[in-house]
């Protein structure tokens, strides 16, 4: 198949379990919230902000929070790994992005999540691994939680809420396979 480089960092994107407590170096991050700027976005609205937490005490907290998310959620899978005394939600990573959206723009999800996948695909070219965090925005999404964000100083711009949030590093371990895709998914209409 003839490919480039752009197809080759999509087909290896992994989502990254295991981290190695390497910090990222601001150049490599700069490019990768370059990449998250120039997502497209309804009208050109561009109604994000582009929040990056690297303090390390800070994570940790923020991971115990979350964790406690899964732990009172309704799903049996989430509650099961949470309950895993070495579970880290954010796996240790140095890094969590969180893209935060005006809720009045045309379309703030998709705009954030399209952020969201050009980071993670520009971190992927460059041999950086990352993982959507559910957990960010199931916490914010309660009010007990919004409360938790403020108590830690984690200020998102007035108004705005989280829609897309990933944590960033290098692998400690040797990228998975990748997780089968469906094969019946597309249907094209000539
Ligand atoms: C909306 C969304 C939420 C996700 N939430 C989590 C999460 O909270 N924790 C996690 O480890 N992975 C999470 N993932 C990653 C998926 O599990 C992963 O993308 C999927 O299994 C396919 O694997 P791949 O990313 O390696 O291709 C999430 C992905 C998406 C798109």
């Not at 907290?61 to 049996?76: N, P, R």
């Not at 005006?102 to 993982?131: R, T, V």
């Amino acid at each position: 198949m003839n490919t480039n480089e752009t197809i080759g960092s999509i087909l290896k994107r992994r989502s990254v379990r295991v981290y190695k407590p390497d910090q990222v170096d601001l150049d490599a991050l700069e490019l990768i919230l370059e990449a998250g700027r120039y997502a497209p976005s309804a009208m050109n609205q561009q109604p994000w902000h582009f929040t990056v937490i690297r303090n390390r005490a800070l994570l940790d907290k923020l991971d115990a929070s979350c964790k406690t998310v899964f732990l009172e959620s309704d799903v049996d899978a989430l509650r099961e790994v949470a309950r895993r005394d070495d579970f880290s939600v954010f796996y240790h990573a140095p890094i969590l992005i969180v893209v935060t959206g005006d809720p009045n723009a045309l379309a703030p999800q998709y705009d954030c999540a399209l952020a969201m996948q050009n980071m993670m695909l520009a971190a992927a070219s460059m041999d950086i691994g990352s993982c959507w965090m559910h957990s960010v925005m199931m916490l914010h999404a309660t009010e007990k939680g919004r409360v938790v964000f403020r108590e830690l100083g984690i200020v998102f711009p007035e108004g705005y809420n989280p829609y897309s949030a990933a944590v960033f590093g290098y692998s400690a371990a040797p990228l998975p396979e990748p997780e089968p895709r469906k094969s019946d998914s597309v249907t094209i209409i000539d």
